[in-house]
């Protein structure tokens, strides 16, 4: 849809528009194959589960701040009772299920480096590192899932990933 600034967004029009917009223009569909970056959209897509994407996207700096700017290894190596404190951490999205969550995908993670070199080699491997393209005119026509995302979920979450 066309905004006031001129540009067409299939989403970004809403109370926060210019979060979603400038994750619209820059980083949506783009492709990635860095480890740290494709652990921060795990972690923020799980923070997401019944949330908005704006409400998410207005707390990544506070959850960058929390969890060692999502470098793997540093997340892994948390604490319980670091964990344990971010539940009072008003910058994130204090549900426990979550926060632990990250520690346990941070291990899992881990482990599919070790398997496959890359946690990017594991998730491109699924669509034989080519890039997926679809056409939707309007984020409403978005699917959920998909057969490919309901294979990748059912696989991630073998491996111990959760969210």
């Known amino acids: 849809m066309g905004l006031p600034d001129g540009k067409h967004r299939c989403f970004g029009n809403g109370a926060h528009q210019h979060i ?7 980083e949506w569909g783009v ?12 972690t923020l897509e799980g923070a997401q589960a019944g949330l908005s994407w ?17 470098e793997i290894d540093l997340v892994a190596a948390m604490d319980d009772a670091s964990l344990e404190a971010l539940r009072e951490n008003p910058a994130i999205i204090r549900n426990r299920l979550k926060i632990f969550s990250t520690r346990s995908n ?13 946690f990017s080699d594991y998730l491109w491997g699924f669509v034989d590192g080519r890039q997926t393209v679809n056409h939707f005119a309007d984020v409403d026509q978005l699917p959920a899932s998909t057969p490919l995302s309901d294979r990748i979920s059912k696989d991630m979450k073998r491996r111990g990933l959760r969210f």
């Open 20 to 26: 979603l917009a400038e994750y619209h223009d820059s």
């Open 31 to 42: 492709c990635v194959h860095d480890d740290r970056l494709l652990f921060e959209m795990l």
């Open 54 to 70: 704006d409400t998410v996207l207005r707390k990544r700096h506070g959850y960058k701040a929390a969890f060692h700017n999502f």
């Open 106 to 118: 941070a291990i899992a993670i881990q482990a599919i480096q070790r398997e496959f070199q890359s």
